[in-house]
Nanobody, 122 residues
Framework: QVQLVESGGGLVQAGGSLRLSCKAS????????VAWFRQAPGKAREFVTA???????DYADPVKGRFTISRDNAKNTVSLQMNSLKPEDTAVYYC????????????????WGQGTQVTVSA
């Protein structure tokens, strides 16, 4: 198991930027795939982006070209740089980690942070 703590959420105007961080502790972080999911009020939790244990990345179509995920295994941290934010990006953002076969399904992730609120005003 790994323990995950997110930080960096907040309120920003449309077109602005935010940087989220996910700090991990516990087992060997570098062996895990780490993903960001988000959940808006009344909507299902959705995949946003992930960085695999190998370092390769994956993005959902709505955030391609605007969001960048990166990991620093020495610091047990994964960061999410979000640029050109839109009101539809408003959600609680969750960091999650999984071990083994990579998946974009939230049910494949059994380590979750508490979430951080991102609000984008029009």
């Amino acid at each position: 198991q790994v323990q995950l703590v997110e930080s960096g959420g907040g309120l920003v105007q449309a077109g602005g930027s935010l940087r989220l961080s996910c700090k991990a502790s516990g087992r060997t972080f570098s062996n895990y795939h780490v993903a960001w999911f988000r959940q808006a009020p009344g909507k299902a939790r959705e995949f946003v982006t992930a960085v695999k244990w190998s370092g390769s990345t994956d993005y959902a179509d709505p955030v391609k070209g605007r969001f960048t995920i990166s990991r620093d295994n020495a610091k047990n941290t994964v960061s999410l740089q979000m640029n050109s934010l839109k009101p539809e990006d408003t959600a609680v953002y969750y960091c999650a980690a999984s071990y083994g076969i990579y998946s974009t399904s939230y049910s494949s992730y059994d380590n979750w942070g508490q979430g951080t609120q991102v609000t984008v005003s029009a």
